[in-house]
């Protein structure tokens, strides 16, 4: 009996702890047992599976600045847990519905479609898809499903196409984001849609989504409750937007990088809550000097101010003193300020940032003491104020991370005290006047953080000091245009991305080291003349690489095969005026980015590879000036974008029969195929469809692309007798040369149509027939070269009405009769008519008996004295600097540099494009070498 008690007890008690236990553990045990058990509701938590299911995670979906700490969120989501446990998921906690979805930065990859789970997450509240990669999607219209949304966030996630409409549905909206989604645009029936039902709007964040289509009035339908507005980069044009003062609520204001006209009104000064204010790169936007000061006397709460590019010219500078104490961030480059700049705005105690690079203007005296101890980035390039960097000042200084200080003709700086200031990660020296090596105490071991070093453009002399290759956190280094001697030493860390020793005088081989730098994306290794050896396989790795130049050395040795594929980026690749040999890699493969090949001045052989044909983005091809023997090569025409073909001095004969494709070369604007032995009739046919040769670019509108680099083409050719190198040329340019061949019959007069051409050099040719009076309409012709044919007849007097034309040479012909008289050709002498002994008039000092030359109408152009201009025809080079970018020609006029000796080019980085504080484009646009002022 009493056992029977006691079991029975202990049985009780047993039960009991099970009870007690079960009770107690079901919520920590919830995850291995049934869903019925979690918080989360089931078919929201199939939906979250399902979408994560149709991503896949990839690391480089996202954004290296804006995640700091990328984590795929996703990966925590696994069946049978609850859902509202998993990272980025918030759940209501009466109804277990998810309401809030937070996966930014998650390395998410694919394609967002419309039939996405995610769409039946009717709840969700707050959505953040930011900084993931969707891979082009386009927004769907069921975004406009999700009704109780307050918060918006797509940045950065590589969207494109129309912001629906629906996303005007979403009328509890606070927060809208879908800033740096650059294939998005934003049309106005939508906008003006999003103004009106978004009433409770307070943060709108559009910037680099195309809004260019949207009248900037019309921004002022927005809710004046609005606390932050930032519509950077948006394509936006017009007028500034009136009655900005109604946005009294307003704190953050970025409508910088736009093409805003007219004046900043006063009613600024009613932001009284304003704390940033940003309206760069607005060039034709300008602040008048009352506006400025009621802006400066009122908005006492600014702490970060850009101004960048906005003229104003008529603002004291001295008003500047009234600026906010509170102040840490103050950019006002290129702003034409001149005058004295007050020097309490050096002084204020919580100043972190200071841009005031390029007012030529401006001058003042930087105080070497009472500094912010939290200033951090200093831009006074192309300024007048006076800056010692000596002890009393780097003591002060020692917070400073970024120094911008280029062009400014500084001699006075004590370089060896830049060693003590060991935050520094940036650093611009360019373009001043110093002389002397390079110090080697501003390695010192301490500069350990230093990422980006400019010292081009200086007369530094002296080796390469060891500590430069042994910076462990360099990534940019740019030493072009000094006076530097010596080897190239091994880099002992991998770090590099951007390279560029271009115009010293460096000598012997290229250093392995540069071959293992996995990240590099441009090497520049130009003009030193005296690097030799051959270009190692071991280039093949840069699988990043976009810009290669090693031209005009003496390297040696075949070109690797793998140039052709290695890197899908690379854009541009310069070999010229080297001593290459062998023959043009034959594997470049489709969907290459190549945009410019340059292998002249070599001496290469064989055929021109067929595999150029999968070029599609190739721009510029010159393979002149080698040993290629083949016949003319008929399947660039198909090459869409080819704007320049350079196949001058090489073994190329046969026929060159004219197109074999339906607008063949018709972007074409330099044609050379001088100086080999093409036969037959001139290529008549070619001469109907070179359509950029028919008409002028009269707007000067600049060849370009949205990559990151500014390509510089500069021309060399013979000018009155001496190589004339136009550093940058006009894409109004146009140049054809088929001379030194062996091309026969008569001059076609389709000829004519090419009304555009600058240049005509048809010399060294067989010939014959008579000069076509339809050259008279070539109206922009500079300089026209005919001699060593054989042509007959007389010379046509619709060429004294060439007004723009400088130089003629007709010599050695067989031409007769009177040379026409008139302004333009009294200009030249006897030496552009010697050889045709049946010509007569004064400029061959032989008299006109039979008949008078005809008088031609008097020309308004003066060239001046052309006496000296012949040598053997006119032969010109085009040398073009690339990145891959694109290309930006610059202007050439008034601006040449004579030179005999051969051929050089020079290459000039983007001012203005290092953005060290607010890096805030995902794709990092202009990175190569660009500064920031």
């Not at 406009?144 to 307050?150: A, D």
């Not at 869409?640 to 604007?669: C, D, E, H, M, R």
């Not at 001469?687 to 021309?715: P, Q």
Request: glycine share 6%; net charge negative; hydrophobic share 35%.
């Amino acid at each position: 009996m009493g056992f029977s008690l006691c079991l029975s007890q202990s049985l009780s008690f047993f039960l009991f702890l099970f009870h007690f236990h079960s009770t107690i553990s079901s919520p920590l045990s919830s995850n291995y047992t049934s869903s019925s058990s979690h918080l989360c509701a089931h078919h929201h938590s199939l939906s979250l599976l399902q979408f994560k299911q149709s991503f896949s995670i990839n690391s480089s979906a996202l954004s290296e600045y804006y995640c700091s700490y990328p984590f795929p969120k996703t990966e925590s989501w696994k069946e049978g847990t609850d859902c509202c446990l998993w990272d980025g998921v918030t759940c209501d906690l009466k109804t277990g519905h998810v309401t809030g979805l937070d996966l930014s930065c998650s390395m998410l990859y694919g394609t967002l479609r419309p039939n996405n789970s995610l769409f039946s997450l009717h709840n969700l509240q707050q959505l953040d898809l930011s900084f993931n990669d969707f891979n082009t999607s386009h927004i769907s219209s069921r975004f406009g499903h999700f009704s109780s949304l307050t918060h918006l966030n797509l940045s950065g996630s590589d969207l494109a196409g129309q912001v629906p409409l629906e996303v005007s549905h979403l009328s509890k909206l606070v927060s809208l984001d879908l800033s740096s989604n650059y294939g998005l645009s934003l049309e106005p029936i939508c906008f003006d849609k999003l103004v009106r039902n978004l009433t409770k709007l307070r943060e709108l964040y559009l910037s680099w989504v195309n809004m260019s289509l949207v009248v900037p009035d019309s921004l002022m339908n927005l809710s004046s409750s609005l606390s932050s507005l930032k519509l950077k980069d948006c394509g936006l044009q017009g007028k500034f937007p009136s009655s900005m003062g109604r946005f009294k609520h307003l704190r953050y204001l970025d409508l910088g990088g736009n093409s805003l006209t007219g004046s900043i009104l006063y009613d600024f000064e009613q932001l009284t809550e304003l704390v940033s204010l940003s309206l760069s790169g607005n060039f034709y936007l300008s602040l008048e000097p009352i506006s400025f000061d009621k802006i400066v006397q009122n908005l006492t709460k600014l702490r970060e101010v850009n101004l960048a590019f906005v003229n104003m010219s008529l603002v004291a500078s001295n008003s500047l003193t009234n600026l906010s104490s509170s102040l840490s961030s103050l950019s006002l480059s290129n702003c034409g300020l001149q005058g004295k700049f007050p020097g309490n705005i050096f002084l204020l105690p919580n100043l972190e940032s200071l841009y005031l690079s390029y007012n030529e203007g401006l001058t003042s005296s930087f105080p070497s003491s009472n500094l912010s101890n939290v200033l951090s980035l200093l831009g006074l390039s192309n300024t007048r104020i006076l800056v010692y960097l000596e002890n009393d000042l780097i003591s002060n200084l020692k917070s400073l991370k970024y120094i911008s200080l280029s062009n400014r003709n500084i001699i006075r700086l004590d370089l060896a005290m830049l060693g003590n200031l060991t935050q520094l990660t940036y650093l611009d020296l360019s373009s001043n006047n110093f002389i002397g090596e390079i110090p080697l105490s501003i390695g010192n071991n301490t500069l350990s953080n230093l990422q980006y070093l400019y010292l081009f453009d200086n007369f530094f002399n002296g080796t390469i000091p060891s500590f430069l290759f042994a910076l462990p956190s360099l990534q940019y280094l740019d030493l072009h245009n000094n006076n530097l001697i010596g080897s190239i030493s091994e880099f002992q860390h991998d770090s590099l991305v951007y390279l560029h020793l271009s115009n010293n005088y460096l000598h012997g081989t290229i250093p392995s080291s540069i071959f293992k730098q996995e990240n590099l994306e441009a090497l520049l290794l130009v003009s030193n003349s005296k690097l030799t050896g051959e270009i190692s396989s071991s280039i093949c790795k840069l699988r990043f690489l976009e810009v290669l130049d090693l031209s005009d050395n003496s390297l040696s040795g075949s070109i690797p095969l793998c140039l052709g594929n290695f890197s899908s980026k690379l854009s541009v690749l310069h070999l010229g005026m080297n001593n290459l040999q062998g023959t043009i890699p034959s594997t470049f493969s489709k969907g290459n980015s190549l945009e410019y090949l340059d292998l002249n001045g070599n001496e290469l052989e064989g055929e021109i590879s067929p595999s150029i044909i999968n070029c599609t983005m190739l721009e510029v091809l010159d393979l002149g000036n080698n040993k290629i023997e083949d016949t003319f090569p008929y399947f660039l025409e198909m090459l869409p974008k080819l704007q320049i073909l350079v196949l001058k001095s090489n073994k190329l004969q046969g026929f060159v029969k004219g197109p074999t494709a339906y607008n063949s070369f018709f972007k074409l604007w330099i044609f050379d195929i001088s100086g080999n032995n093409f036969s037959g009739p001139l290529p008549t046919r070619y001469f109907n469809t070179l359509e950029a040769m028919m008409t002028s670019d009269k707007t000067m509108i600049y060849l370009n692309t949205t990559n990151h680099i500014v390509c510089v083409h500069s021309i060399e050719m013979t000018w009155k007798g001496v190589e004339i190198e136009f550093p940058r040329i006009r894409s109004t340019i146009r140049i054809l040369d088929l001379s030194s061949n062996s091309f026969t019959e008569e001059i076609p007069k389709v000829i004519g149509k090419l009304k555009a051409l600058q240049q005509l050099n048809l010399s060294h040719n067989f010939l014959t027939g008579h000069i076509q009076s339809s050259l008279g309409n070539l109206t922009n012709l500079e300089s026209l070269d005919l001699s060593l044919n054989l042509l007959t007849g007389r010379i046509p007097t619709q060429l004294g009405g060439l007004t723009f034309l400088a130089i003629l040479n007709l010599s050695h012909n067989q031409l007769e009769g009177p040379i026409p008289s008139g302004e333009q050709f009294n200009t030249f002498d006897a030496r552009s008519f010697e050889g045709n002994s049946g010509l007569c008039g004064f400029q061959v000092l032989k008299e006109c008996y039979s008949e008078e030359a005809p008088s031609l109408p008097a020309s308004s152009f003066h060239e001046g004295d052309d006496s000296t201009l012949f040598g053997e025809g006119f032969g010109w080079k085009a040398v073009i600097i690339g990145y891959g970018c694109g290309f930006v020609f610059g202007v050439a006029t008034g601006y040449v540099v004579c030179r005999t000796k051969k051929p050089s080019w020079f290459l000039r980085m983007v001012e203005d494009k290092w953005n060290i504080k607010s890096k805030n484009t995902k794709k990092n646009f202009c990175r190569y070498g660009a500064r920031r002022n």
